[in-house]
């Protein structure tokens, strides 16, 4: 049969009454053939694993060498019940470890500031001082374990705790090996953690990138996150377009800096969402590899083939578990992280079923990270490289991921780039229209999510519940008091002097917060130095 | 004409999720109502300072940071000590059901879980502001009659 003879026989079958598109709105055909894919060009447009534009992966072998690592997000309470959740992780299997701080860190806020009253370890562990660092990675030995640490605009002095820790153990800052998110453009276009305005920010991340070229050369100083982008509502190829511009903006600011960008460029890495449309979301993957390869040689003149790598991370979508017959996320996690896998994900945190109603516990995290080695151990996906390269489908999507991801690089530049499109609020414009664009079909029925708008029950919903006591407040102040009791103030005051010098006079931060760190001068006291020289930023209200 | 409702909806705390609170400010603005978005990072004092000045009839606090039970009691007590409980709070976020439930016995008037549709709040808050405009006007009359009796 040919082709016009099929389309026309087709057109007269009824079809489900639906809209065909991807989550994001693209349309979809009822089919694709070789015809889509007219000026395809194989090692042009994909090449092999490992080699240029790395559209099928960026190791030669892939997960044929070693599996990607599984790391799940924790933390929560004081730094001693994390480092237990931390230990039984790795007893059962996972492969490297992911902090997450509470909302005073993140904001660089000690646990007994007024703001802090009521958060102290609910969202997340909480650090105030090298000696939390310490109780922290207790008995977990940080040359043989890779480290993420969500963090962004105190990333400076948790590494630099990091670091002490590692010193501590006899771990020369050389062999660390971890990420810190770092990524601060992100946060004021989408998660919303920030403390200075962009341009202090700017220069605080491009001091971290320096220092750790030179001393800590493992160490992935930013992950370029595209999830929160995601979470906060944009579409998948917002996502896409908005991370990797943020992406090139760090590397423009490093060149600005003075940095060779073929020495902090390898260093970059990224972090993704994997969210419900399963084609849509590895044809994101695929099409950010290559737009990153094609850009750091053609735009940025990286020469070192690892500046051409989009390495990334991957965590499932939290804002698609429901909170409705909450045992169907554990479905929704493993077909997200199966999308993650098949796009080629380096690392990957699977959600819990029980998150859309507190932090998880032991046994949600546990099925959540079974689900991963499931996909590793059982399925046979990882016996071969990008087993869905060729298909006409996601061969056309990766394309049109690619095409309307220079659409937005164009519109973003035209409004000044990134930090003067931040100003005028243009991302989170962007963001909060899709996400009330997305509720909105939702609600008129066009897009379906099991349990809340279609296949409903009345139910109790009946599963355990992690809960975090009031006594980690209370405990978590107590221990800080004592830390500043038992230090040296003069000290400690002295170290604080020479940061805000540092600050004021454009030298690299990084030393003079080790000092600080050393010390055990407090985050708070940390942040509140840089404030007094950076200012703080304030937002622009849009909904 | 009756006026339009007007409703304040607040992000307390230093929660940066404001995704949901966007979404229902959104929906509430083109279901006719007034609304103010507090923006993040908001004390509790501000966002109940902000309720009276601005005379709104409902508060809407989004928490998904795991401090409902820390912000949600404090909102109440500031309401109570400025004499204006006539102002109905309501909420939702990553909260557990045990503890919306202790919630609403405390004085939440209602608590919002995730996958609640839009036009349930819309009809919600409608449903109580009249209820509320109601009970406020008898109130009013009977104030106004007490004092010409005395």
């Not at chain 1, 931060?509 to 050393?518: F, G, S």
Request: overall charge positive; some cysteine; glycine content about 8%.
């Amino acid at each position: 049969m040919k082709k016009d003879d099929w389309e026309k026989k087709s057109k007269t079958c009824k079809e489900r009454d639906q809209e065909f598109t991807t989550v994001s709105g693209l349309p979809i055909k009822t089919l694709y053939t070789h015809e889509d894919l007219k000026d395809f060009d194989y090692d042009r447009d994909l090449g092999y694993p490992g080699e240029f534009p790395y559209v099928r992966g960026v190791y030669t072998n892939m997960y044929r060498g070693r599996l990607w690592t599984m790391r799940q997000f924790s933390g929560f309470g004081t730094p001693k019940d994390t480092n237990k959740r931390y230990k039984y992780l790795l007893k059962h299997g996972q492969t490297g470890l992911s902090v997450a701080f509470d909302f005073p860190t993140l904001y660089g806020r000690d646990s007994d500031d007024a703001f802090a009253c009521g958060e102290v370890g609910k969202c997340g562990v909480a650090i105030d001082t090298l000696r939390d660092m310490e109780i922290l990675f207790n008995g977990i030995p940080l040359d043989k374990i890779s480290t993420s640490m969500t963090i962004n605009p105190p990333a400076a002095i948790l590494l630099a705790m990091y670091i002490a820790v590692g010193e501590k153990q006899g771990v020369p800052t050389n062999v660390l090996t971890g990420t810190i998110q770092n990524d601060m453009l992100k946060e004021y276009q989408a998660q919303k953690t920030w403390i200075y305005p962009p341009e202090p920010s700017m220069r605080i991340i491009t001091d971290i990138m320096g220092y750790c070229s030179d001393n800590v050369p493992k160490w992935n100083t930013i992950s370029i996150s595209g999830y929160h982008i995601r979470e906060a509502g944009s579409t998948a190829l917002q996502e896409l377009a908005f991370t990797l511009k943020n992406g090139f903006t760090y590397v423009e600011y490093g060149i600005k800096a003075g940095l060779s960008v073929d020495k902090f460029a390898p260093r970059l890495s990224h972090f993704f969402n994997s969210h419900l449309d399963f084609f849509e979301e590895i044809a994101k993957y695929r099409a950010a590899r290559r737009i990153w390869a094609r850009m750091m040689q053609n735009k940025y003149n990286a020469q070192n083939p690892r500046s051409y790598l989009m390495r990334f991370h991957t965590q499932t979508a939290g804002c698609t578990l429901t909170a409705q017959q909450p045992e169907n996320n554990i479905i929704r996690t493993a077909f997200q992280a199966f999308a993650a896998v098949l796009g080629g994900t380096q690392s990957l945190h699977t959600n819990s079923m029980d998150e859309t109603f507190a932090l998880p516990t032991e046994k949600a995290v546990k099925i959540a990270l079974r689900t991963q080695q499931l996909i590793a151990c059982e399925t046979g996906v990882a016996n071969t490289i990008d087993p869905l390269g060729g298909s006409y489908y996601i061969e056309t999507l990766t394309d049109e991921m690619e095409k309307g991801a220079y659409e937005y690089f164009e519109k973003i530049d035209k409004l000044g780039g990134v930090v003067a499109a931040i100003d005028k609020g243009f991302f989170q414009r962007e963001i909060s229209r899709s996400a009330y664009e997305y509720q909105k079909k939702l609600e008129r029925k066009e897009r379906f999510h099991v349990g809340v708008n279609i296949f409903k029950e009345d139910e109790k919903v009946n599963i355990e519940i992690l809960k975090i006591s009031k006594e980690v407040e209370r405990d978590q102040v107590k221990l800080l008091k004592k830390v500043k009791k038992e230090r040296n103030n003069a000290k400690v005051k002295e170290t604080l002097k020479r940061l805000r010098m540092a600050a004021a006079n454009d030298e690299n931060l990084m030393p003079k917060i080790l000092d600080c760190v050393k010390a055990y001068a407090t985050l708070g006291e940390m942040c509140n130095t840089l404030k007094e020289e950076f200012g703080e930023y304030h937002e622009p209200i849009i909904f | 004409m009756d006026r339009k409702i007007r409703v304040i909806i607040g992000k307390p705390g230093l929660d940066g999720h404001d995704r949901g609170a966007k979404v229902v400010a959104a929906a509430l603005r083109d279901a006719g109502m007034e609304v103010i978005y507090t923006g993040l990072h908001q004390t509790c004092e501000s966002i109940v300072e902000a309720a009276i000045q601005e005379d709104v009839d409902i508060i809407g606090l989004s928490i998904l940071s795991g401090a409902h039970m820390t912000i949600f009691p404090k909102v109440l007590n500031l309401l109570k000590k400025k004499r204006a409980e006539d102002i109905i709070l309501t909420g939702g976020g990553i909260i557990p059901e045990e503890d919306m439930k202790k919630l609403e016995k405390k004085g939440v008037k209602k608590m919002f879980g995730p996958g609640t549709p839009t036009t349930e709040i819309v009809d919600w808050i409608n449903e109580n502001v009249r209820a509320k405009s109601k009970k406020t006007k008898t109130k009013k009359i009977k104030k106004k009659t007490g004092k010409n009796r005395s």
